[in-house]
């Protein structure tokens, strides 16, 4: 199981972007997938993520500029990144958090895997002028 996200690039203040990350593998289900962000000398921060049910969380700092959306059956994430500020410039994480896994091409009982957390890769966005 792997997360791959895509996305990320160069754009400039007020510009839009998005972030998609694929979860791959036989994967049963992941409570809560999302983004993260780790900026210049700073922490890995959460921005926006969404449960299985529906429900999503957003920092305030992308409150009304960012949107998530989740499809479960593709085992999706997809975050839309608009009004882009220069302190949004960042490595952009895939999460997904409480999943549940085979750890081969067919679920029995005996393969069945729990990771709390699994990241992808990261994918650069950068914004500047």
């Given at each position: 199981?792997?997360?791959?996200a895509?996305?990320?690039?160069?754009v400039?203040?007020?510009?839009?972007?998005g972030?998609?990350?694929?979860a791959?593998?036989?994967i049963?289900?992941?409570?809560?997938?999302?983004?993260?962000?780790?900026g210049?000398?700073?922490q890995?921060e959460?921005?926006?993520?969404?449960?299985?049910?529906?429900?999503?969380?957003y920092?305030?700092?992308?409150?009304?500029?960012?949107?998530i959306?989740?499809?479960?059956?593709?085992?999706?994430?997809?975050?839309q990144?608009?009004s882009?500020?220069?302190?949004?410039?960042?490595?952009?994480?895939?999460?997904?958090?409480?999943?549940?896994?085979?750890?081969?091409?067919?679920?029995?009982?005996d393969?069945?895997?729990y990771?709390?957390?699994?990241?992808?890769q990261?994918?650069?966005?950068?914004v500047?002028?």
């Amino acid at each position: 199981v792997q997360l791959q996200a895509s996305g990320g690039g160069l754009v400039q203040p007020g510009g839009s972007l998005g972030l998609s990350c694929v979860a791959s593998g036989n994967i049963i289900s992941a409570n809560r997938m999302g983004w993260y962000r780790q900026g210049p000398g700073l922490q890995r921060e959460l921005v926006a993520t969404a449960t299985s049910t529906g429900d999503v969380d957003y920092d305030d700092s992308v409150k009304g500029r960012f949107t998530i959306s989740r499809d479960i059956t593709k085992n999706t994430v997809h975050l839309q990144m608009n009004s882009l500020k220069l302190e949004d410039t960042a490595v952009y994480y895939c999460n997904a958090h409480q999943m549940y896994y085979c750890s081969g091409d067919r679920c029995y009982e005996d393969t069945v895997r729990y990771a709390n957390d699994m990241w992808g890769q990261g994918t650069l966005v950068t914004v500047s002028s």
